[in-house]
């Protein structure tokens, strides 16, 4: 039970350790910012609607059929 006991302490000092690394090494590591494309933004006024003159189609087709049953008596 002891040695599980330090064997933690152990661990645990090592990771603690470890993880108070040095900042200024870190940021010698660092690379540099990617350079990136940049547009500038303007202000104009755009139409809210557009008209399009042509022929749509649908891309699915569905059927809506009435169903009429008859036994062949008269209704009256």
Not at 28 to 55: H, S
């Amino acid at each position: 039970m002891k040695s599980i006991f330090a064997l933690s302490i152990i661990i645990a000092t090592t990771v603690l350790n470890s993880c108070s690394g040095d900042d200024k090494q870190a940021k010698k590591q660092q690379q540099p910012p990617m350079p990136v494309p940049v547009a500038t933004a303007i202000q104009k006024t755009v139409k809210l609607t557009e008209t399009y003159t042509g022929r749509f189609t649908a891309t699915e087709k569905v059927e809506v059929r009435s169903t009429v049953l008859y036994d062949g008596q008269k209704m009256g």
